[in-house]
């Protein structure tokens, strides 16, 4: 846009984190104006992409910040909980009326974010949320405790103690009273992003003191500069895309029964089973996680603010979605000062 002196100015873009859905254009040829985002995304999009450091901003975490050139706005950063160096920014329009809006990016929302000081006690206009998984369907279990259930299985597995009374046969162990069995070797893979996911597999690496590695299966076992190496392949799947409720539950539940039965639920390693085909030397466990909000903390994100407006970042290509998304809006406004979610940690509720 043209400034005072009639030149155009270069307008400045917001990078919420390294994924390649949100920097599909960036490339070494980046020209269009200076970027900003966290210090952990700076340094990933100048080595992954080669953009010239030159239209690299980094801003400090936590801190508000005065954009150049943009009419008096101030960003604050803050831990999206959602891949290293994640962020969302909340800008403070300078005018004789402060305006706060809070754009959430890509994230998993926690009771640090609401109780965060640039959030805590504010009015904000508008709140634009992550709204992957807007759908009561897709109350997965709360992330530290699903990263500390793949852990302890880990753990179980390499040990040779069966992770359930019920699924002795996925795990070898010497036969009484016969001669001790050669130990297995068993590899751990995780499925990740090259971005994303880490906390899994750091948590099981630290688990069973040993380095996780990413790739097929089989190949593992039948590559030959690994074949004989290992006697049998465990791999984790965390994706929130395949969870499924229990069977009965509800598909338009009250806001007080998704609170009430998500916190009343216990998630550990005996919650974790194998894909439906497993064999002897390979099996897969479905592991319902995401570093997306679920359904039950989106509405707990909500009730713990004081907004005026909820805006949907994703899902909105169907006004089908959109109709349906507006209407759990319209009853976390509806509820919000009634309800109040007790966290049950600092990093769940």
């Known amino acids: 846009m043209p400034s005072a002196t009639g030149k155009f100015q270069e307008l400045p873009y917001f990078l919420t984190h390294a994924h390649s859905d949100h920097y599909t254009n960036l490339s070494s040829t980046w020209k269009h104006g200076p970027i900003y985002c966290s210090e952990e995304t700076a340094n990933l999009i100048i080595h992954i992409l080669s953009v010239d450091k030159k239209w690299v901003h980094p801003l400090p975490m936590d801190v508000p910040t005065l954009v150049p050139n943009s009419g008096g706005v101030h960003v604050t950063l803050i831990s999206a909980n959602h891949c290293p160096g994640s962020s969302f920014p909340s800008p403070w329009i300078g005018s004789s009326k402060t305006f ?3 754009h959430c990016g890509d994230f998993r929302a926690s009771p640090q974010h609401t109780e965060h000081p640039a959030v805590k006690g504010k ?17 997965f279990p709360p992330q530290p405790l699903v990263i500390s259930a793949c852990a302890d299985l880990a753990k179980r597995i390499a040990a040779g103690i069966p992770p359930d009374p019920k699924m002795d046969q996925w795990i070898t162990s010497p036969a009484k009273g016969k001669q001790k069995a050669s130990p297995e070797r068993i590899l751990m893979v995780v499925g990740t992003y090259s971005v994303g996911k880490e906390r899994i597999v750091k948590a099981i690496a630290q688990a069973i003191n040993s380095k996780i590695s990413i790739d097929k299966l089989h190949a593992y ?22 969870y499924s409720p229990p069977a009965g539950s509800s598909t338009s539940p ?22 439906r085909t497993p064999t002897a030397a390979v099996q897969v466990y479905p592991v319902p996680y995401s570093e997306h909000s679920s359904f039950f903390e989106l509405t707990c994100f909500a009730l713990a603010l004081d907004w005026r407006r909820m805006i949907a970042t994703v899902n909105v290509g169907s006004q089908r979605s959109r109709v349906k998304m507006d209407g759990w809006m319209k009853k976390w406004e509806a509820e919000r000062k009634r309800m109040k979610v007790k966290p049950r940690r600092d990093d769940f509720w």
Do not use: E, M, N
């Open 221 to 242: 076992l039948t590559q030959p500069a690994l074949k004989g190496t290992f006697t049998r392949v465990v791999g984790f799947r965390p994706t929130g895309w395949t």
């Open 254 to 275: 009250t806001l007080t029964s998704v609170i009430t039965q998500t916190q009343q639920k216990s998630f550990t390693h005996a919650s974790l089973r194998p894909a």
């Open 100 to 102: 706060r809006y809070l």
């Open 123 to 139: 009015r904000l206009d508008h709140v634009y949320l992550d709204t992957t998984y807007l759908d009561p369907k897709y109350t």
